[in-house]
C-alpha cells in the first residue's frame, strides 16, 4: 500500500496585537538599535527587551520580554488559505515596517524639539509627512483598533446585538463568500486582507460607490455605523471610510515630566457623547511621550464658527475637547477644486501617482499636565479586569498619575480603581532604582502609596460597576 504523508504540524505564531516597535518605546533600559537586536538573537537564540507589564486580573507587577506580552496565538491564521495560513501575518507585518519608519522620524523631530527647547522657545514642533505615508499611518491606525481577538469574533457574529442594523447584510456575505455563519472570524480575515491588499485612497473610492445603495443616517455617522440595504455593496469600504473621511488626525506630546500610559485596548478607544452618541475621539497611544488622536470633522478649528458645529457643542460630553488640536497644513502637487460636486473627482486624484507626493505638515500639540492625565485616566477606566494589563516606561512617574487617579473625585474613576490596589502596592515596595530610572520612588511618593495602599486593605477591593457611556468603547 502507499504510504500517506501527513502534512507537518503547523508552529504556533504569537500575533502582537500591540507591535514590538511601539513595545521597544515603552522598554526597561536604554535602546538597542537593531543591529544590536539582531546580534543579541544570534548570540542568545532571543532578544533580552522588556518591558514593565501589570496584569489587572492577577494584580502582578513584573518584568516581561517584549517578545511575549500584548498578543495572541494564531490571531490571523486563515486555515482556508491552503497556499499560506500565514500570509495575512506577512502583509500586516510589511505594513508594520513602513509605519515603523514613519514613526520612528516622529520620535525623531518630538525628542530634537525637545532637547533644543527652553522657556523663551515655545514654537511647537512640527512633523512633516507625504500623503503616500500618511495613508499607510492612517491605515495601520484604522487596522489597530480592527485587529484584535474580541473583533474577530464579534464584528461579523450575526448574533451580537449590536450587530442588528447589518444582521441581513452578514447573512448574505458569508453565503456569497462561501463563508461559515458561525465562524465570524472567517469574515473578519477577509475583510482583513482586503484593507491590506487595496490602497487607502482607493478603499475610498469604492466607499463612494457602495454609499449610493447604502441609507446613513445622521446619528449612524456619528457612531460610525451604518443601516444598510443588504445588498449594498462594498460595505466593508464604507466601515474603513468613515473613520478616514469623518475623522481628522493631531498629534499630541506629553507634558514635561509626565508620560502616558499604554493598555491592552488603548488603540482606538472611543472617547466623548455627541448628541448622545459615543466617538468624538479615537485614542492611540504609540510612546510614553507621543499619541495621536483623531477627532470628529465637525469640531475642526475651521468649522467651530458653522451652526452646525455650534449646536453640536451643546450636546457634547467630553474630556479630551480643550486639547487643542490643529489639521495639518497641506501642499498638493496641484490646485484641486473641492467643493462638494467634485468629491468623487478628488478621490480619483487622491489614487494617483502625482498625489502621492502631496505634503502635511502637522504641528505637535504639548499638553498640559491635566490634559495628560485625561489621556491616561481614559487608558485606565477602560482596562478590562477579566484580561487587562498596562505597559509604562517609568514607575517614578506614574506614581503621579496614580495619584491623581485615586484622589479623583469623579465616580467613575472611585468605581474602577480597585484594579490598581495591588500595582500601588507593588510600587510602594519598590526601592532604588529600576532598570530604566536613574532614582527610585522619591520619598513622597512613598508615603502616598503606603497610605492609600492601607485604604485599599481596609476598605477591600470592591466589584466594578460600568463606567459611563464617554468612558467606553462600544466595540470592547
Request: one cysteine or more.
Amino acid at each position: 500500500m502507499p504510504s500517506s504523508k501527513r502534512a507537518p504540524k503547523l508552529k504556533d505564531q504569537f500575533h502582537h496585537v500591540i507591535p514590538r516597535f511601539i513595545l521597544r518605546e515603552f522598554k526597561m533600559g536604554p535602546k538597542k538599535t537593531k543591529q544590536e537586536r539582531e546580534k543579541e538573537f544570534q548570540k542568545s537564540g532571543f532578544v533580552d527587551d522588556k518591558v514593565w507589564f501589570y496584569d489587572i486580573k492577577l494584580g502582578t507587577l513584573e518584568p516581561r520580554l517584549i517578545s511575549q506580552v500584548f498578543g495572541v496565538k494564531n490571531l490571523y491564521r486563515d486555515i482556508r488559505n491552503t497556499k499560506d495560513v500565514d500570509e495575512i501575518e506577512k502583509k500586516f507585518s510589511a505594513l508594520e515596517a513602513s509605519v515603523a519608519h514613519i514613526l520612528h522620524n516622529l520620535h525623531n523631530v518630538v525628542q530634537d524639539c525637545s532637547e533644543s527647547s527652553t522657556i523663551m522657545n515655545t514654537t511647537l514642533p512640527v512633523f512633516s509627512i507625504i500623503r503616500e505615508d500618511l495613508e499607510r499611518l492612517r491605515k495601520f491606525l484604522f487596522l489597530m483598533h480592527y485587529r484584535n481577538e474580541a473583533h474577530a469574533k464579534s464584528y461579523f457574529s450575526a448574533s451580537h446585538p449590536e450587530n442588528a442594523d447589518i444582521r441581513e447584510r452578514i447573512v448574505k456575505m458569508n453565503k456569497k463568500l462561501g463563508l461559515n455563519i458561525n465562524s465570524p472570524a472567517e469574515m473578519w480575515l477577509h475583510f482583513m486582507r482586503y484593507y491590506l491588499d487595496t490602497p487607502h485612497s482607493e478603499i475610498g473610492l469604492h466607499a463612494f460607490r457602495g454609499k449610493e445603495s447604502a441609507a446613513l443616517s445622521g446619528a449612524d455617522a456619528l457612531k460610525g455605523s451604518f443601516t444598510v440595504n443588504p445588498d449594498a455593496e462594498n460595505f466593508e469600504a464604507m466601515t474603513y471610510h468613515t473613520q478616514a473621511s469623518m475623522y481628522f488626525l493631531g498629534i499630541v506630546q506629553a507634558a514635561p515630566g509626565q508620560e502616558f500610559v499604554l493598555g491592552h485596548n488603548t488603540f482606538g478607544l472611543w472617547e466623548g457623547i455627541v448628541a448622545g452618541e459615543s466617538g468624538l475621539h479615537r485614542l492611540f497611544v504609540i510612546s510614553p511621550q507621543v499619541a495621536m488622536i483623531l477627532r470628529l470633522n465637525f469640531f475642526r478649528p475651521d468649522a467651530l464658527n458653522t451652526p452646525r458645529s455650534w449646536f453640536l457643542h451643546t450636546l457634547t460630553n467630553s474630556n479630551l475637547l480643550d486639547i487643542t488640536l490643529e489639521p495639518p497644513e497641506s501642499r498638493a502637487q496641484r490646485d484641486f477644486p473641492r467643493d462638494e460636486a467634485r468629491v468623487i473627482d478628488f478621490q480619483k486624484y487622491k489614487t494617483s501617482m502625482q498625489a502621492k507626493r502631496d505634503q502635511f505638515n502637522f504641528r505637535i500639540t504639548r499638553l498640559t499636565e491635566e490634559q495628560t492625565y485625561a489621556m491616561n485616566a481614559i487608558v485606565l477606566l477602560n482596562a478590562r479586569d477579566s484580561d487587562g494589563s498596562i505597559t509604562f516606561a517609568s514607575p517614578d512617574r506614574m506614581s503621579s498619575t496614580f495619584q491623581k487617579f485615586w484622589y479623583d473625585t469623579d465616580v467613575n474613576h472611585r468605581r474602577e480603581r480597585h484594579k490598581y490596589a495591588a500595582l500601588i502596592q507593588s510600587l510602594s515596595s519598590m526601592s532604588g532604582p529600576g532598570p530604566s530610572q536613574s532614582s527610585g520612588c522619591s520619598g513622597t511618593a512613598d508615603v502616598f502609596y503606603n497610605s492609600i495602599a492601607g485604604q485599599v486593605l481596609r476598605l477591600g477591593a470592591t466589584e466594578p460597576c460600568p463606567a459611563e457611556l464617554h468612558y467606553r468603547n462600544v466595540y470592547e
